[in-house]
């Protein structure tokens, strides 16, 4: 069973443009939210992350926005670029492990084009 | 450069035979992961381990073994390899204290497995 749930799988957008992905968690006991980004051929590497305590965090041109009631949190691109083209996971975690044992999404493959 | 290595990138194999991936890193991080990342599954843990002396199992641990060799080494074996473990690992890294630690990718073994 799938504990963090991601849409959409993929996303295309035209530069410029602002893509949206969703995620959803179960477990309340999740309070460590953060966002990997994979280039092809590469592992994931950790883009931005927020705790339940804030309902946004930015950084740059990637924002994160966290709804505790529904459970949902979503990152938002602001003015994309083709660079930004990749597939992103968002991630649950828990204070107890450290943030050792994440819990990912399915992924969204995101294409921006020029 | 500090960094995550695996080795090897890409390898295919036939049902039955004995794999093992090999994760190193000079990082100086305590705790290292596996993960496997399949189309529209995300990554997901295989196992992990906090120091040398402990391992501990992930979400999809069945078929797979592990040995923490050193602290900079952590091998996944797959004793009698099937097709269904055909699939992108990765090893992962983080440091040991704070609330929540960033897990560091290496770059991905491609597994085939006829």
């Known amino acids: 069973q799938q504990q963090v749930k991601q849409s959409p799988q993929s996303l295309i957008v035209q530069k410029g443009g602002i893509p949206i992905i969703n995620c959803a968690y179960e477990?309340?006991?999740?309070?460590?939210f953060p966002w990997y980004q994979q280039f092809p051929g590469k592992g994931p590497a950790l883009l931005i992350a927020?705790?339940?305590?804030?309902s946004e965090k930015k950084e740059g041109r990637f924002t994160i926005s966290f709804n505790k009631s529904a459970k949902q949190f979503s990152l938002h691109i602001m003015d994309s670029q083709p660079g930004d083209s990749a597939t992103y996971f968002c991630?649950?975690?828990?204070?107890?492990?450290?943030?050792?044992?994440?819990?990912f999404g399915e992924g969204t493959q995101l294409t921006v084009n020029p | 450069d500090a960094d995550v290595t695996q080795t090897p990138r890409n390898r295919i194999t036939k049902t039955g035979k004995r794999i093992m991936l090999e994760c190193s890193q000079t990082?100086?991080?305590?705790?290292m992961y596996w993960y496997r990342q399949d189309p529209g599954l995300g990554l997901r843990l295989i196992y992990y381990?906090?120091?040398?002396?402990?391992?501990n199992k992930g979400e999809i641990s069945d078929g797979y073994s592990v040995s923490r060799q050193a602290q900079a080494k952590f091998s996944l074996s797959l004793e009698s390899a099937i097709p269904n473990q055909t699939a992108l690992y990765f090893c992962?890294?983080?440091?040991?204290?704070?609330?929540?630690?960033?897990?560091?990718f290496g770059p991905g073994t491609r597994l085939t497995v006829l």
């Open positions: 992962a890294t983080s440091d040991l204290g704070g609330l929540y630690n960033e897990q560091f």
């Open positions: 477990n309340t006991a999740f309070d460590y």
């Open positions: 927020i705790r339940p305590d804030v």
């Open positions: 991630a649950a975690s828990m204070r107890e492990t450290s943030g050792s044992r994440l819990t």
């Open positions: 990082k100086g991080h305590d705790r």
């Open positions: 381990s906090f120091d040398v002396k402990d391992i």
